[in-house]
């Protein structure tokens, strides 16, 4: 079974407390993402990593405060999360040349994976037959990447031990509206064990 993992915006400045929009308790799931990443490349299984690459003065910036910005620190990613081969897909082209490396680091300039350039062409090269979803915030992000991965028609599942939310009570809704949507909620272990 062809297994896609998405970790979702799993940055520095979203996962530690010094960073620019700090989610607390987010650095708990940094072990979580970085086995699930190194599983999913030892079993033959693609990553897709998105990440927040803004300008200093990018339209978000309106509603949240400034984070992520292009070849800040906070940008990057924790390295325990990264494999070593990988590719960066920028979200100017709709190039998916990155298919068939290992991790595919996905820019995007919005909460929405769906609103990149690069995602439907990159999903058609994939061929998933299924998707897991983890990261960062359980119930912004994450949850437009599960639900807009729901509408391909494959199975989506969220790795719940692997996600961090600003709000418990808006997570559990996204939690709700995934699973009656058909969507599953795992587990790291569950998902290292092969179900």
């Not at 998405?6 to 996962?15: P, W």
């Not at 979803?133 to 028609?153: F, H, P, W």
């Not at 969220?158 to 709700?176: G, K, N, P, Q, Y």
Request: with cysteine.
């Amino acid at each position: 079974m062809n297994t896609v993992f998405f970790d979702i915006d799993t940055q520095l400045d979203f996962l530690y407390p010094a960073g620019a929009l700090y989610v607390p308790g987010a650095e708990r799931i940094v072990p979580a993402v970085a086995r699930l990443n190194r599983w999913a490349a030892e079993h033959g299984n693609t990553v897709v990593s998105s990440m927040d690459a803004h300008a200093e003065n990018d339209l978000e910036f309106r509603t949240w405060p400034p984070h992520c910005v292009a070849g800040t620190a906070g940008q990057a990613k924790p390295c325990g999360t990264l494999l070593d081969r990988r590719i960066v897909i920028p979200n100017t082209t709709d190039s998916t040349t990155g298919a068939g490396a290992p991790q595919i680091i996905l820019e995007k300039q919005t909460t929405d994976i769906f609103q990149t350039h690069t995602i439907q062409a990159l999903l058609e090269k994939l061929h998933a037959d299924r998707y897991l979803v983890y990261g960062v915030v359980t119930e912004i992000c994450v949850a437009r990447a599960a639900l807009g991965l729901q509408q391909t028609g494959r199975p989506v599942a969220i790795v719940t031990d692997a996600v961090e939310s600003l709000s418990a009570d808006a997570a559990r809704r996204l939690f709700d509206e995934f699973t009656s949507a058909g969507g599953v909620l795992t587990s790291v272990s569950e998902v290292c064990q092969g179900r």
